[in-house]
């Protein structure tokens, strides 16, 4: 083998070793922006579940101060519909937490 001979296959050998990085870096990347995607999600479900809960908080001082009711009920609408809003929200909080646990596993 001539030595151009040696130097062109050394070539081919780097470039298709820097083809095999490429695509290795590239689904490394897509796996990594993927992740933060869930990440971004689960902190918009909690804000989301944060706000509900704030406004049930709400909900229960004007019931007993402006309302004068002595008792709250989770069957009142108000509470009802927030209380399966967050059932909702933290079920798929866990979903999406499950999702990025098997994605770090990988």
Sequence with gaps: ?????????LMEQGLA???????????KAQ????RGILM????????????????MGN??????TEKGQSTI???QAEFKNALKEIA???EAIEKKEAE?????SV
């Design 59 to 64: 909900d229960a001082y004007i019931a007993f």
């Design 31 to 34: 796996d990594i922006g993927e």
């Design 73 to 75: 009920d989770s069957e």
């Design 17 to 27: 070793a820097s083809k095999e990085f490429a695509a290795k870096a590239g689904a």
């Design 40 to 55: 971004l999600e689960i902190k918009q479900l909690e804000g989301q579940a944060q706000k509900l809960l704030t406004r």
């Design 100 to 104: 990025l646990r098997e994605r770090k």
């Design 88 to 90: 909702l929200i933290k």
């Design 1 to 9: 083998m001539t030595f151009g001979e040696r130097m062109k296959e």
